[in-house]
């Protein structure tokens, strides 16, 4: 198994092999593709080419990311280009289907290539790294079906690692929590809509106002599952009335606390299951 410094001289390596040419990369304004920007603009300094940063601005992710992502490329020092999409309609994943990460990746990626294509660009990337390998995520095999270049997991960086070299490179973004796509707040089969998720994104705005680091409103019907990291548990009961008041504004009728605390793709347990028995099944 490589070090970690090790594993950054790869990385600048392998970022150098690809910036032989203009390239775009598909930028969230996170910490994994703003590594990919930043290492991907300190090579074209060397090689002469272009860097793209395309941002997506689409139904299921907070508004307010497009405005810092902007800012964040202009710190990098990045061409930023932002696309406005709807991927309700043109992913066809309206009642959050249990594949809806996939077919969402491949109609966003196919959008990126477009505009790639249009500057020129001949490689696009993107910012999965090797953690985001072991779990449920079927977007990823869109992003390969594409051609998509994900430098990070070529190279076997792991989130804590990408965040510790970001911190490195002095990126704002390093410590940023992750953002996934607000569809993962409702169980698979519900119908999705553009009012549903402004409510989910008014009430974690709040709750990250309040000082939680990683939040999360997962909507049950009319009931809203808070999950906030387990050392904060204690803080979001002690401030529960204040929770409750505005997430009751909201037009929730229930407001419930998961004892579990925060797990990225809480939403996902029953399928993960389902995978590790059928691995096991297989082996």
């Keep these: ?14 970022m150098i092999s690809y910036v032989q040419e203009d390239v775009a990369v598909a930028f969230s304004g996170g910490a994994d593709s703003g590594l990919i920007l930043k290492m991907a603009c300190e090579a074209a300094e060397q090689t002469g080419h272009m860097v793209y940063g395309i941002f997506l601005q689409t ?5 307010k990311e497009a405005e810092r992502a902007e800012e964040i490329a202009d710190e990098i020092g990045a061409v930023f280009k932002l696309l406005k999409v709807d991927e309700l309609r043109g992913a066809d994943i309206g009642y959050n289907p249990q594949d809806r990460c996939y077919r969402c990746k491949k109609y966003l990626f196919q959008s990126i290539l477009r505009e790639a294509k249009k500057l020129h660009a001949g490689i ?10 072991k779990v449920y995520r079927p977007g990823i095999r869109a992003v390969e079906e594409l051609g998509i270049a994900s430098p990070l997991a070529e190279a076997g960086f792991t989130k804590a690692e990408v965040r510790r070299l970001a911190a490195e490179y002095g990126l704002s973004v390093s410590d940023k929590p992750a953002s996934p796509c607000l569809a993962t707040r409702f169980p698979y089969g519900t119908k999705l809509s553009a009012e549903a998720m402004r409510k989910v994104e008014q009430g974690e705005s709040m709750l990250k106002e309040q000082g939680f680091y990683n939040v999360r409103i997962r909507v049950h019907g009319e009931i809203a599952r808070i999950e906030v990291d387990s050392r904060d548990l204690a803080e979001l009961v002690e401030r529960r009335a204040v929770v409750t008041e505005c997430l009751k504004k909201l037009g929730y009728t229930y407001v419930t606390v998961d004892l579990e605390g925060f797990r990225s ?11 590790s028995l059928q691995q096991k099944t297989e082996g």
């Design 1 to 14: 198994m490589q070090d970690y410094l090790t594993k950054a001289e790869n990385l600048k390596k392998l």
């Design 59 to 63: 139904m299921l992710h907070p508004a």
């Design 124 to 133: 696009v990337m993107e910012g999965t790294n090797q953690d985001d390998l």
């Design 265 to 275: 793709g809480s939403m996902d347990v029953n399928i993960n299951a389902e995978l």
